[in-house]
């Protein structure tokens, strides 16, 4: 078996309050079936993230994450846990997330 990760982060600062980050992540796994149950599988995982940082006790961050994988258009248990997957097959998205979170600190 054979497991290939590729990841990259890039990080821009606007100004002194407002920065972007991206990360992007590939994964493959190519399995032997005479050696492994695993099966061959590739991932992207891209996540964004925007920040807005007034002081470090005050900021907002707004998000976003998407997952891409080859797994069968219709995704059956496979018997181990997880889903059939195709080796060849396209990349479809299995999951998306969006956020905002605020936090503020209260001066007492």
């Known amino acids: 078996m054979n497991n290939h990760i590729v990841r990259s982060k890039w990080n821009y600062q606007f100004n002194k ?55 069968d258009e219709v995704p059956l248990p496979d018997g181990l846990g997880g889903v059939n997957h195709v080796p060849n097959g396209p990349l479809r998205n299995d999951g998306r997330n969006f956020f905002v979170k605020a936090s503020y600190l209260f001066r007492f």
């Open 17 to 71: 309050e407002f920065s972007f980050r991206f990360i992007g992540q590939y994964s493959a796994v190519l399995a032997n079936p005479y050696f492994t149950y695993l099966q061959t599988s590739k991932n992207f995982n891209a996540d964004f993230l925007f920040a807005y940082l007034v002081h470090p006790s005050t900021a907002v961050y707004v998000g976003y994450n998407s997952n891409l994988e080859n797994i």
